[in-house]
Structure formats: C-alpha cells, structure tokens
C-alpha cells in the first residue's frame, strides 16, 4: 500500500525474502510513504508506546504514539503534536520496521 496526502492505494505485490520478516506475525503488509518503506501487521491488541499505522478523521498516516493513562495517547507529528482519547483514532497496523530511502 502507499500512502499519498493521507489516502490510501494499492500497490503490486511484493516479493519478499521471508528470513528478513520476523516470526509471529499475524498479517503482514508492506507501506511506502515519503520515500520510507514499513513492514506492518494488523493488530488487535492493547496500544503500547510505538510507531503504527492509524487513521484520524479518514486521513490515515504512520505515527509515533505514547500511551498515558486515563485512555489517553500522545500522537506525535512534530510541531503539530497532539494528545487524544485512545477512542479518537483507529489504528490500522503496528509497524514493525522501517527503510529509509535516501
């Protein structure tokens, strides 16, 4: 999948050396945004401090989140960092690696 001005579209499959993938996962799926590749995986679980792939008011978009408590999450994004109810956004993938491009 890429992601583009915080849409989502499909891409080709990707062949994949399945050494590099770590074991475990439930579903994996690769992301291209801004010139960096990420191994995802779907994710049901509890949010824990991390990068993963969310989506807020239908713009969908990697971040790094902290966990606080009362059901609360820090997203961070810079200088437009914010704190949200956990409700607020719906993740989508935890990312399991990143590749930058330079």
Do not use: H
């Not at 050494?19 to 995986?41: C, M, Q, R, V």
């Not at 408590?69 to 990143?98: H, Y």
Request: aromatic share 8%; hydrophobic share 35%.
């Amino acid at each position: 999948m890429d992601i583009t001005n915080g849409n989502i579209s499909t891409q080709n499959d990707v062949i994949a050396d399945t050494s590099t993938i770590p074991e475990g996962l439930n579903s994996p799926f690769i992301l291209n945004a801004d010139k960096t590749t990420y191994l995802a995986d779907r994710y049901d679980g509890e949010l824990v401090d991390g990068f993963w792939f969310i989506e807020i008011d239908g713009i969908v978009s990697v971040r790094e989140l902290y966990r606080f408590p009362g059901g609360r999450v820090r997203v961070e994004n810079g200088k437009a960092s914010f704190e949200c109810k956990i409700d607020d956004i719906k993740i989508l993938g935890k990312i399991i690696t990143r590749t930058e491009s330079m």
